[in-house]
T-cell receptor, first 111, second 113 residues
Framework: GENVEQHPSTLSVQEGDSAVIKCTYSDSASNYFPWYKQELGKRPQLIIDIRSNVGEKKDQRIAVTLNKTAKHFSLHITETQPEDSAVYFCAANQAGTALIFGKGTTLSVSS | NAGVTQTPKFQVLKTGQSMTLQCAQDMNHEYMSWYRQDPGMGLRLIHYSVGAGITDQGEVPNGYNVSRSTTEDFPLRLLSAAPSQTSVYFC????????????FGNGTRLTVT
């Protein structure tokens, strides 16, 4: 089955800096790669996703890149703000169906 | 639309007891799934369903049963609760399996003593 590894497990940045979170996946049939943000005590919520026919996608301060050959994808957050502090999860679809998640990255943005 | 509704929000069980976590969605989504979340372990898939009458095992299915008799409902049954099942459980649904965004419920915090 699919295995998704996520790094780093914790990330601390100063407000205004950029943050990068990286994930690798094992199933070459995976074709959908979403990122979720989870604030303390709340449910995960989708922030951005990318499909395998696209190499990069941007939404304001957030971007995701995908390298299918290397089987890795990354989340980039620019101009970080304190409200970006949360746990971020990457995921990949196993055999085109179920989403398998990484173990999460706790991002702390200090002002 | 209420989205994905999970009940109860909190539950305490004794070892060996059984219970059912309820999940319902009103978005006519084909795909539904259950995850458990433990500190440092991320979201681990328990069971999933690609449509009514179809279920499959995820990463950590042992000790749990599911059924999908209707499109809307996807209950998770704990057969004989164990302390290792203490966790936060999330139900999630999406329009189609694998290729569309998951919508999560608010979670059920389960403690097994």
């Amino acid at each position: 089955g699919e295995n998704v590894e996520q790094h780093p497990s914790t990330l601390s940045v100063q407000e205004g800096d950029s943050a990068v979170i990286k994930c690798t996946y094992s199933d070459s049939a995976s074709n959908y790669f979403p990122w979720y943000k989870q604030e303390l005590g709340k449910r995960p919520q989708l922030i951005i996703d990318i499909r395998s026919n696209v190499g990069e996608k941007k939404d304001q301060r957030i971007a995701v890149t995908l390298n299918k050959t290397a089987k890795h994808f990354s989340l980039h957050i620019t101009e970080t703000q304190p409200e970006d502090s949360a746990v971020y999860f990457c995921a990949a679809n196993q055999a085109g169906t179920a989403l398998i998640f990484g173990k999460g990255t706790t991002l702390s943005v200090s002002s | 639309n209420a989205g994905v509704t999970q009940t109860p929000k909190f539950q305490v069980l004794k070892t060996g007891q059984s219970m059912t976590l309820q999940c319902a969605q009103d978005m006519n989504h084909e795909y539904m799934s259950w995850y458990r979340q433990d500190p440092g372990m991320g979201l681990r898939l328990i069971h999933y369903s690609v449509g009514a009458g179809i279920t499959d095992q995820g990463e950590v299915p042992n000790g749990y049963n599911v059924s999908r008799s209707t499109t809307e409902d996807f209950p998770l049954r704990l057969l004989s609760a164990a302390p290792s099942q203490t966790s936060v459980y999330f139900c999630a649904s999406s329009h189609k399996a694998g290729g569309s965004p998951l919508h999560f419920g608010n979670g059920t915090r389960l403690t097994v003593t």
